[in-house]
């Protein structure tokens, strides 16, 4: 890939973002935009269409009529297969040119996201091209004189609202299987990450997907998803965000069709530390990667370090190592290790927790400020806070920023009652070279992805979800189509 061209694409301007309805670019019905501001140096980068519940309700209908007249959800399997295929070649052709584009939206390190956008959005698509026609029904053993068949049909038309980290891999984790399985669709980008995402719609309709089968509409969540949430007419609600707007999904499903909702939401993931562990150099620098690339603005971030105190403070100087070592900042530079945060607001946030850790005496043990604000952008220097007890809040709530809690404990009981002890259960890590251990902690913690010996990584083949408070259903893997196909059972007397 010829890295030399980023420069040139920073500079390209970026033209006034429109929503993608029923296969055509179309302002909001009102005519409103939102202003598009880059987290490199807080520049306005373009405008996005603002959308209204009018836009919402038209893009829920075209995507009710593309799915109920069969264009797409009626295509031989096959064929389905072919556009999809067409589509994620497309999307790898222009990864750089995405990736850039992303960068300069929503801040991510331009080496991260060429990896873990367009090229993981370009795998994922596949991934679920390939799948899509060995999916079959069953045949039920049934008595003599009689034969159950179990379909497995598409559920029709799903809202998709994601949020502004990785929205090209996390969309991908949605399109892909709902696409493949026949569904249409409704995507709501986040305020901050829309812009790719409209992109690779386009790309979809170039690869010869229907008009109507994928709809994007931009705006404000409380505007444009809820209305989707509130809709009479989408089938199925799948959502990455936070527990708060979770909430408020759930809610609206049951106040209007009881449409399903899969929740992806965040987590306080426990990193656990035991003095066997089998390489404490690798832990430490692969423990710094897990929370702080990208900022800290990851879903499994391993934001709670919990490490056994014979080795704690010598481990904890090797992180703190690791993390002033980072080098932070402008984020299309590909020696970058993080870039900006993605807001203000989120560098507020993060600065916030930090604030009040060292009010109530915490150790900063690095960072701990903002830094760069001459930029203009959203950076923070990554930060380790020790001594955090349990039940403070950096303990408790998820930053999404490059803020990691250290806290000490002396027995496998301890770890586990402390890695237990939040209302989140989507991942953790363990770090120990006692196999037993290892497996009897993946059995006792309580979250959906559980490391050992390494921190993040894991790849489409293994699904990600969360328990407890961080979601239900899952992401990625083949589990992934249970979210977009229905069982329907036909039962004959021969
Ligand atoms: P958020 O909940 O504020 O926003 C997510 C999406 O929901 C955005 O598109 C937003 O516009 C929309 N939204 C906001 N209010 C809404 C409302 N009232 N009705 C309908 N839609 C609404 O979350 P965020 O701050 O953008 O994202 C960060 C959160 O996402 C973190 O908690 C993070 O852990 C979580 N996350 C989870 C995963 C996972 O796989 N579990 C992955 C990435 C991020």
Known sequence: MDLSRIAALRATPVPPALHLIDGASCPASDGGTMTARSPI????????????VADADAAVAAARRAFDDGRWSGLAPAERKRILLRWADLIEARALDLAVLGVRENGTEIAMALKAEPLSAAATIRYYAEALDKITGEIAATPPGTLGLVHREPAGVVAAIVPWNFPLMIGAWKLGPALAAGCSVVLKPAETAALTLLRIAELALEAGLPPGVLNVVTGEGPVVGAALAASMDVDVLVFTGSGATGRKLLEAAARSNLKRVYLELGGKSPNIVFADAPDLDEAAQVSAAGIFRNAGQVCIAGSRLLVERSVHDAFVEKLAAHAAALRVGDPLDPATGAGALNSEAQLARSLGFVDEARAQGRRIVTGGDRILAETGGYYMAPTVVADVRPDDRLAREEVFGPVLAVTPFD????????????????????????????????????????????????????PLGGVKQSGNGHDKSLHAFDKYLDLKTAWIKL
């Open 411 to 462: 027995t496998e009981d301890e770890a586990i009652a402390l890695a237990n002890g939040t209302d989140y259960g989507l991942a953790a890590a363990v770090w120990t070279g006692n196999l037993g251990r290892a497996h009897r902690m993946v059995r006792r913690l309580r979250a959906g992805l559980v490391h050992v010996n390494t921190y993040g990584g894991s790849d489409l083949t293994v």
């Open 41 to 52: 140096d807080g520049s306005a980068l373009t405008t996005l269409a603002r959308g209204t």
